[in-house]
């Protein structure tokens, strides 16, 4: 079956540290893979997707960036975090043939910076 | 600019009775429909979903509307229990490899 897995739970981090959130996928090969961030009304906001290894995509200009440099682990890093940078982030993963309800999440990271 | 909007931020409904939670979309692309359900410290899971060549799908206690031209659908449970309580998101896809979420609608269900 597949699982996956996402890491730290929580993180606590001072403004101007670097950051680096990683997730991986069991159980499946070549999955789309997801950064979403949940911040205080707005909802889920979907930061970066990737359908391949070095392929990304970013939705929303911000101070963080993603890499992909296998095929089921994806990161999630800053060099300098904003205290705007707080929230819920969220990995997720979908088959590409896969239908579209098909998206599974990740337990999430609480980061805060102070 | 936000696609999906769920304009409640929060809603307060007694056990056993209706809980209707409301979606509103602006990009006439998307079809296909999703709700989510979130509790805190957890990733969301996946409760139902609507397709656009449809106006309902239900799944036992959960009933979710679609209004094409009003660019609208809504989650129906009923009844309502204590469990239910947690984030609601709506989501929807343009058929891309993107599922674009609202900002999510608190339920709590009371006794």
């Known amino acids: 079956s597949q699982t996956i897995h996402q890491w730290p739970a929580t993180l606590v981090q001072p403004v101007g540290s670097p950051l680096s959130l990683e997730c991986t996928v069991e159980g499946t090969s070549n999955p789309n893979l997801y950064w979403y961030r949940q911040a205080a009304g707005r909802g889920l906001q979907l930061l970066f997707y990737?359908?391949?290894?070095?392929?990304i995509s970013s939705e929303v200009p911000q101070n963080l960036s993603a890499s992909r440099p296998q095929d089921r682990q994806f990161i999630l890093s800053s060099k300098k975090l904003l205290l705007s940078d707080s929230g819920f982030y969220l990995c997720?993963?979908?088959?590409?043939?896969?239908?579209?309800?098909?998206?599974?999440f990740g337990s999430g990271t609480r980061l805060t910076v102070v | 600019d936000q696609q999906v909007k769920q304009n409640s931020p929060s809603l307060s409904v007694q056990e056993g009775r209706i809980s209707i939670l409301n979606c509103d979309y602006t990009?006439?692309?998307?079809?296909?429909f999703l709700w989510y359900k979130k509790y805190p410290a957890e990733g969301p899971t996946f409760l139902i979903s609507?397709?656009?060549?449809?106006d309902k799908n239900e799944d036992g206690r959960f009933t979710v509307f679609l209004n094409k031209s009003a660019k609208h659908l809504s989650l129906h449970i009923v009844p309502s229990q204590p469990g239910d309580s947690a984030v609601y998101f709506c989501a929807a896809s343009d058929n891309t490899d993107k599922l674009i979420f609202g900002t999510g609608t608190r339920l709590q269900v009371f006794p």
């Open positions: 997720a993963w979908k088959r590409q043939s896969g239908t579209v309800y098909g998206y599974t």
């Open positions: 990737s359908v391949g290894i070095g392929q």
């Open positions: 990009n006439s692309m998307f079809d296909y």
């Open positions: 609507i397709s656009s060549i449809k």
